[in-house]
């Protein structure tokens, strides 16, 4: 049976300019280089300068990937842009990435699931390719979270970073088997329950100021260790996959140990995941896209990947694809 498949067809990223290494951070709250890199496995973040926005940033990712991929914005139907920081209360940073690249047509909208963001963007464009709706979709994942990070909380300041990602996805005909190349298939959960653990309050409906990044570290670490594993055998069985198909698995990147605990669950050697974290720290949305974009050139036509993640929420969710 032929079916439609979403393929990736190239890949972008922009950081900040500026990148902040963890000595500085010892110099502002009480922490140390050795504390961080041993708990989290980051060295280094990336910190949005005056002249820089998620908007700026997700444009930039989203003209090489479009440059990468040989496409034109005029090529383009739709524009998904994950974020959970976006410049403006409205309009959504899909559209300005739409007006920046010069779209007169086609349909933009954000997605806001913090974290898993940048899964659950895919996975709707994916919807949107299956079904006919777009031939060709733009998602992003961007984020300034250094906006919203408590810079006295010694215990999150030192995790985020900022940066966007972006990959173009384009529908081709395929066999409706598990080697076709593209998107296989996804899972999303949340867990409202879990809003305590992480959150910023603040929103533009509610009477508060705007809020920063409160986390219960522990019990976050401790529901990803859980989840991360158990979402990635779902998406492997139900495209009929084994652990040992996979090449790669493109984790979420919030913690080394994290990313090791699950590699570790599904027996797989950390040769095949790839790892941002000590570069990017946590960029949220922005973390897949950016992993994916650093790592392409070691990817094969063909390869198979999961793409994981846990966020605020909870959300969470596991794409597998073929790359
Ligand atoms: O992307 C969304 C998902 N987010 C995540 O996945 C983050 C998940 N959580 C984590 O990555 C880790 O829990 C952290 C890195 C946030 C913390 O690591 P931990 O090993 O869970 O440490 P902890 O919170 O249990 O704290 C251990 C100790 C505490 O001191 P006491 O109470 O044992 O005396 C903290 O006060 O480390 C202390 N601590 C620090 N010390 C130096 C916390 N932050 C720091 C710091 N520098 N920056």
């Given at each position: 049976m032929s079916i439609l498949r979403a393929r990736i067809l190239g890949t972008g990223s922009a950081l900040p300019e500026k990148s902040v290494a963890n000595a500085e951070l010892a110099s502002r709250v009480d922490t140390s280089d050795e504390w961080i890199t041993q708990r989290t496995g980051i060295r280094s973040r990336h910190i949005a300068g005056e002249g820089e926005s998620t908007a700026g940033l997700a444009l930039a990712a989203a003209t090489q990937a479009l440059k990468e991929s040989g496409i034109g914005a005029a090529q383009v139907d739709a524009v998904i842009a994950a974020t959970t920081t976006p410049d403006e209360i409205f309009p959504s940073v899909a559209t300005r990435i739409q007006a920046g690249l010069g779209m007169t047509r086609g349909f933009a909208f954000d997605v806001q699931a913090v974290c898993s963001g940048f899964l659950y963007a895919l996975t709707v464009a994916d919807q949107f390719i299956r079904n006919g709706t777009a031939r060709t979709v733009l998602v992003t994942g961007a984020e300034t979270l250094s906006r919203i990070v408590d810079w006295t909380d010694r215990s999150t300041c030192i995790l985020f970073g900022d940066g966007a990602g972006a990959v173009v996805l384009r529908a081709f005909e395929d066999e409706g088997s598990s080697s076709d190349r593209g998107i296989l298939g996804s899972r999303l959960y949340s867990d409202g329950?879990?809003?305590?653990?992480l959150y910023a309050a603040g929103g533009p409906g509610s009477a508060g100021p705007k809020g920063a990044i409160k986390m219960q570290g522990r019990e976050v670490f401790r529901h990803a260790v859980d989840e991360m594993a158990k979402v990635v055998d779902e998406v492997l069985t139900a495209g009929g996959f084994s652990r040992a198909d996979l090449d790669w698995l493109v984790p979420h990147q919030a913690n080394r140990r994290i990313i090791e605990a699950t590699a570790q669950k599904l027996g797989l050697s950390m040769d095949k995941v790839v790892l941002t974290v000590d570069h990017h720290g946590n960029t949220s949305a922005a973390s897949i896209p950016l992993a994916l974009h650093e790592a392409r050139a070691r990817f094969r036509p063909g390869d198979l990947m999961v793409l994981e993640a846990l966020g605020g929420g909870f959300t969470w969710g596991g794409v597998a694809l073929r790359w």
């Open positions: 329950r879990m809003h305590d653990l």
